[in-house]
């Protein structure tokens, strides 16, 4: 239960506090004073996107708190709080802070948590109903979802077996895929490994192939530039007026006198040692020069080569290396497979017994939707027709087939059904799919209707916003009685126009719009009997004319005595 709500800074409202009470909480006011603000604030406290247009004109921030009162053994929303080491201590105290430089602040009992985590716990403690929550009964694709959660209890005993069910399916299917798969893709991965293992092996690769191959294309490309480098090279070492030639005229001037003087003999010795290697380097490089020659179709291959090798990589490793320890595996896998029929029938065996369990829990779940759709389709009528739609029709059916051949590509963790919602709201007209049938004005008390047996038994805030629009009359009074039951179990908050509805409130609030200081205020006032009674008639005419006051009286009288027999 919300027990009080403190707005901020928040469009009109510069600050509010608002206590509310359990049971039926009413807000009321002229057109434009701010009534819908206030599910704004709340919208803002459950983790809508924010905009910066929410924040009061010449304020840097809007902030939001409130403050609930909730069960200790609330397991689903003591799980979300555990996981960010909250403890339930029976009062949550929640608050979201937006400034201007688009920065978000979520409190839960002031630590702070994750917008996330703000989203998970209010879906706990808030159920918003307004003109524009029709969307998800509008879509075929939340049916399902929206009638098992009314059917929880019912259901819930099966999804638990099926979701172990679906757990040891995706285990089961795991380890086949380990072994290759079963039949044609076991076959298709055999083949595959051996065709990587064979592509590998016919690359002829080794650890520095690579560099090798790109010096040859080196080469090869600069043929030319090397050509011209070691010929200039061997005739500056070895031509006419070479190196080498100066050599011998020196061995050839020393020799004559290296009997004289030892060093000089030494001498000598050395530059002969210096002949022999140059000769040798000049050979090195002539036989260089000869091999030097440009051959477009070897480039080619050697490019290639080159090529198949990055392609390679990109496949099977970063490097040669990579790739030959990539081999290695591949021939692994390929061995385990070729040699794991046994353990490939034993997990085919248990897969078939897996399918065959999950077929039948989802007929189960199939089953007790059927009985329970029906009790509902009819109660879902009789809704209708209270709400004025004397002709209503309605049926949920089931718009797909399942079977034990196909059950693995239509199961999820709700089971193998689709449904859709019918109706129809005249007479003789046959039902048809919801979204493409049904008016405005039959959507509301269609949802209306919807959330009457929705929420008969939740423990939540249920927000109704304006869910009047386009109903007046004995409907009003009709809507009035249904939101009324809603209140016995859920606290109930509901912004009205209408006085039939707000005349069922147990606790009405007036939201008042008025100028301070050249500023436009929304100010929100919890009203005695006294005041309850004079704002009935100003929604029902003239609060100061006493056929309103007394007809304001009359109504309220009679949705007192309307409270005490439900």
Same mark, same amino acid.
């Given at each position: 239960?919300?027990?009080?709500?403190?707005?901020?800074?928040?469009?009109?409202?510069?600050?509010?506090? /608002?206590?509310? @009470?359990?049971?039926?909480?009413?807000?009321?006011?002229?057109?434009?004073?701010?009534?819908?603000?206030?599910?704004?604030?709340?919208?803002?406290?459950?983790?809508?996107?924010?905009?910066?247009?929410? =924040?009061?004109?010449?304020? *840097?921030?809007?902030?939001?708190?409130?403050?609930?009162?909730?069960?200790?053994?609330?397991?689903?929303?003591?799980?979300?709080?555990?996981?960010?080491?909250?403890?339930?201590?029976?009062?949550?105290?929640?608050?979201?802070?937006?400034?201007?430089?688009?920065?978000?602040?979520?409190?839960?009992?002031?630590?702070?948590?994750?917008?996330?985590?703000?989203?998970?716990?209010?879906?706990?403690? =808030?159920?918003?109903?307004?003109?524009?929550?029709?969307?998800?009964?509008?879509?075929?694709? @939340?049916?399902? %979802?929206?009638?098992?959660?009314?059917?929880?209890?019912?259901?819930?005993?099966?999804?638990?077996?099926? %979701?172990?069910?679906?757990?040891?399916?995706?285990?089961?299917?795991? !380890? =086949?895929?380990?072994?290759?798969?079963?039949?044609?893709?076991?076959?298709?991965?055999?083949?595959?490994?051996?065709?990587?293992?064979?592509?590998?092996?016919?690359?002829?690769?080794?650890?520095?192939?690579?560099?090798?191959?790109?010096?040859?294309?080196?080469?090869?490309?600069?043929?030319?530039?090397?050509?011209?480098?070691? @010929?200039?090279?061997?005739?500056?070492?070895?031509?006419?007026?070479?190196?080498? !030639?100066?050599?011998?005229?020196?061995?050839?001037?020393?020799?004559?006198?290296?009997?004289?003087?030892?060093?000089?003999?030494?001498?000598?010795?050395?530059?002969?040692?210096?002949?022999?290697?140059?000769?040798?380097?000049? +050979?090195?490089?002539?036989?260089?020069?000869?091999?030097?020659?440009?051959?477009?179709?070897?480039? $080619?291959?050697?490019?290639? $080569?080159?090529?198949?090798?990055?392609?390679?990589?990109?496949?099977?490793?970063?490097?040669?290396? $990579? /790739?030959?320890?990539?081999?290695?595996?591949?021939?692994?896998?390929?061995?385990?497979?070729?040699?794991?029929?046994?353990?490939?029938?034993?997990?085919?065996?248990?897969?078939?017994?897996?399918?065959?369990?999950?077929?039948?829990?989802?007929?189960?779940?199939?089953?007790?939707?059927?009985?329970?759709?029906?009790?509902?389709?009819?109660?879902?009528?009789?809704?209708?027709?209270?709400?004025?739609?004397?002709? &209503?029709?309605?049926?949920?059916?089931?718009?797909?087939?399942?079977?034990?051949?196909?059950?693995?590509?239509?199961?999820?963790?709700?089971?193998?059904?689709?449904? *859709?919602?019918?109706?129809?709201?005249?007479?003789?007209?046959?039902?048809?799919?919801?979204?493409?049938? =049904?008016?405005?004005?039959?959507?509301?008390?269609?949802?209306?209707?919807?959330?009457?047996?929705?929420?008969?038994?939740?423990?939540?805030?249920?927000?109704?916003?304006?869910?009047?629009?386009?109903?007046?009359?004995?409907?009003?009074?009709?809507?009035?009685?249904?939101?009324?039951?809603?209140?016995?179990?859920?606290?109930?908050?509901?912004?009205?126009?209408? +006085?039939?509805? &707000?005349?069922?409130?147990?606790?009405?609030?007036?939201?008042?719009?008025?100028?301070?200081?050249?500023?436009?205020?929304?100010?929100?006032?919890?009203?005695?009997?006294?005041?309850?009674?004079?704002?009935?008639?100003?929604?029902?005419?003239?609060?100061?004319?006493?056929?309103?006051?007394?007809?304001?009286?009359? /109504?309220?009288?009679?949705?007192?005595?309307?409270?005490?027999?439900?």
């Amino acid at each position: 239960m919300l027990e009080s709500i403190k707005i901020i800074n928040l469009a009109l409202i510069d600050k509010s506090v /608002i206590n509310f @009470n359990d049971g039926f909480n009413v807000l009321t006011g002229e057109t434009g004073a701010g009534k819908s603000l206030i599910v704004d604030a709340l919208l803002f406290l459950t983790g809508i996107r924010a905009d910066k247009t929410l =924040i009061k004109s010449g304020e *840097e921030f809007a902030k939001v708190e409130g403050v609930f009162s909730v069960d200790r053994d609330f397991s689903e929303l003591n799980e979300v709080l555990s996981s960010v080491d909250i403890e339930n201590e029976g009062t949550l105290i929640i608050s979201r802070h937006f400034s201007l430089n688009g920065k978000n602040e979520c409190r839960i009992n002031g630590e702070i948590v994750t917008l996330n985590i703000l989203r998970k716990v209010s879906n706990y403690l =808030i159920d918003i109903f307004g003109q524009n929550d029709s969307q998800a009964l509008l879509n075929p694709a @939340n049916h399902l %979802s929206l009638m098992d959660d009314i059917l929880s209890d019912k259901l819930s005993k099966q999804k638990i077996f099926l %979701s172990n069910e679906l757990f040891h399916l995706q285990d089961v299917n795991e !380890n =086949i895929k380990l072994l290759g798969g079963l039949d044609k893709d076991r076959e298709n991965t055999i083949e595959l490994l051996q065709f990587q293992i064979k592509e590998i092996d016919e690359s002829n690769l080794y650890d520095g192939k690579e560099e090798e191959i790109k010096q040859k294309i080196d080469r090869m490309v600069n043929c030319e530039k090397i050509f011209s480098s070691v @010929n200039n090279s061997t005739e500056i070492l070895d031509g006419e007026y070479s190196i080498s !030639n100066a050599i011998k005229q020196a061995i050839n001037s020393l020799t004559g006198i290296s009997d004289y003087d030892s060093d000089i003999k030494s001498d000598v010795e050395r530059l002969y040692s210096i002949k022999y290697e140059l000769d040798d380097v000049v +050979s090195s490089l002539s036989s260089k020069k000869n091999n030097i020659e440009y051959n477009e179709e070897e480039l $080619d291959k050697l490019q290639d $080569d080159l090529t198949l090798i990055k392609d390679l990589e990109r496949k099977y490793g970063n490097t040669i290396a $990579d /790739i030959l320890i990539t081999k290695e595996r591949l021939i692994e896998r390929l061995d385990n497979l070729l040699h794991s029929e046994e353990k490939l029938e034993l997990l085919r065996s248990e897969k078939e017994k897996t399918l065959d369990n999950i077929f039948s829990i989802c007929l189960t779940l199939h089953n007790i939707r059927q009985k329970e759709f029906s009790i509902f389709r009819d109660k879902m009528i009789l809704e209708l027709r209270e709400l004025g739609m004397k002709n &209503a029709n309605f049926e949920i059916v089931f718009t797909n087939e399942f079977s034990r051949e196909n059950i693995e590509k239509v199961v999820s963790e709700s089971g193998a059904d689709e449904i *859709e919602f019918m109706f129809s709201a005249n007479l003789g007209v046959e039902v048809r799919p919801l979204t493409k049938i =049904i008016s405005g004005g039959e959507m509301s008390r269609f949802m209306l209707g919807f959330k009457c047996l929705q929420n008969s038994s939740l423990n939540k805030t249920c927000i109704f916003d304006e869910i009047d629009t386009g109903i007046g009359g004995e409907v009003g009074v009709v809507i009035g009685k249904k939101i009324c039951k809603i209140s016995k179990n859920n606290q109930v908050i509901c912004i009205t126009h209408l +006085s039939q509805i &707000a005349s069922f409130g147990d606790t009405n609030f007036l939201i008042q719009k008025y100028e301070e200081d050249g500023k436009t205020i929304t100010n929100v006032k919890m009203l005695d009997e006294n005041s309850k009674v004079q704002e009935l008639a100003r929604m029902i005419g003239n609060s100061s004319m006493q056929s309103s006051i007394s007809f304001a009286e009359n /109504i309220i009288m009679e949705a007192n005595e309307y409270k005490k027999n439900i």
